[in-house]
């Protein structure tokens, strides 16, 4: 994690290391720790679109080097299209934007809700298809407006799913489809983004054959589209003091239940698991899971 850090900020980088992009791009010690405590999901992915472009960087690294990886490509891409000034930040506020510690916990609560309480049983979302291959394509607009758009989507179906603590059985209840949202460069210090999600849950058997009936006569329309927004700033305490000084701890591993392992051993694609009862993570209220 030093590693990382010391090769993400200002500061010389070590023997043999470089700094992943120049021109104010670096970002500082305190904005890598809290990406690598928190909001590491995307970087175990491996490929994003940016402006329509597909933009790829090794991932059976470190999590410390995913991050230099990922970090080099994406602000070279936004270079000249985002504000110099803005770059050092921006890599984190899209790590934080599609992280299950921050807007998709809110959807899995909202699953949790509308499918788990009621059946007494935990929710998640896949983000592997048969095969095992990742199901989940990432992708970044920033308009002239300096507004970023962020889009996380599923390409299989029927891909959430609730399990009963007591039979282990998992049962398919529907299907989400993408959420999405967007933020200005740079966002305010209590702006909060608001997610579009666009799901279709099953429902009972007589329901179905009603949908069913309905699609045949009148055709197949989009899936409806919730609205959802975090409790918490996409802001971080992290971004008032850029020095690059060295955290006084090492850095703590993500709770195993959030993504059913440490964020170190975490692979990209493992379900996402729905939430249970409250805790505090990453400064922010979240529920813990229990699968």
């Known amino acids: 994690t030093d590693r990382a850090m010391a090769r993400l900020t200002p500061s010389p980088p070590p023997p043999g290391g470089e700094l992943p992009s120049g021109g104010g791009g670096e970002m500082s010690r305190a904005l890598a720790s809290e990406v690598l405590r928190c909001y590491a999901d995307v970087l175990r992915v491996g490929r994003v679109t940016v402006n329509g472009t597909k933009l790829a960087w090794k991932t059976s690294t470190s999590n410390d080097d995913q991050l230099v990886n990922f970090s080099a490509?994406?602000?070279?891409?936004?270079?000249?299209?985002?504000d110099d000034s803005l770059l050092r930040q921006v890599t984190h506020w899209f790590c934080k934007s599609v992280s299950i510690n921050y807007g998709l916990s809110e959807i899995l609560a909202l699953l949790q809700r509308r499918l788990g309480e009621p059946a007494?049983?935990?929710?998640?979302?896949?983000?592997?298809?048969?095969?095992?291959?990742?199901?989940?394509?990432?992708?970044?607009?920033v308009v002239p407006a300096q507004t970023m758009r962020v889009r996380v989507a599923w390409k299989e179906k029927d891909n959430i799913v609730c399990c009963s603590p007591e039979s282990a059985k998992r049962v398919?209840?529907?299907?989400?489809?993408?959420?999405?949202?967007?933020?200005?460069?740079?966002p305010g210090r209590d702006f909060r983004p608001t997610?579009?999600?666009?799901?279709?849950?099953?429902?009972?058997?007589?329901?179905?054959?009603?949908?069913?009936?309905?699609?045949t006569w009148c055709g197949?329309?989009?899936?409806?589209?919730?609205?959802?927004?975090?409790?918490?700033?996409?802001?971080?305490?992290?971004?008032?003091?850029?020095?690059?000084?060295?955290?006084?701890r090492?850095?703590?591993?993500?709770?195993p239940c959030l993504l059913g392992r440490?964020?170190?051993?975490?692979?990209?694609?493992?379900?996402?698991?729905?939430?249970?009862?409250?805790s505090t993570v990453c400064g922010q209220r979240r529920e813990r899971v229990s699968l």
Do not use: N
């Not at 490509?73 to 985002?82: D, H, I, K």
């Not at 398919?172 to 740079?186: A, K, N, Q």
């Open 195 to 215: 997610y579009c999600v666009q799901m279709q849950l099953k429902g009972s058997r007589a329901s179905e054959i009603v949908r069913t009936v309905v699609r």
């Open 120 to 141: 007494g049983a935990r929710c998640s979302v896949l983000t592997r298809g048969p095969t095992g291959a990742v199901a989940v394509d990432y992708s970044v607009d």
């Open 250 to 255: 090492s850095l703590p591993r993500l709770l």
């Open 220 to 248: 197949t329309g989009p899936d409806p589209v919730e609205l959802v927004s975090p409790e918490t700033p996409l802001h971080s305490v992290e971004e008032d003091d850029p020095s690059p000084r060295r955290p006084s």
């Open 262 to 278: 440490s964020a170190v051993s975490a692979q990209p694609g493992e379900v996402l698991p729905g939430p249970c009862k409250p």
């Open 73 to 82: 490509v994406f602000t070279e891409a936004l270079r000249g299209v985002v």
């Open 172 to 186: 398919v209840c529907g299907t989400l489809s993408y959420i999405e949202t967007e933020f200005p460069l740079p």
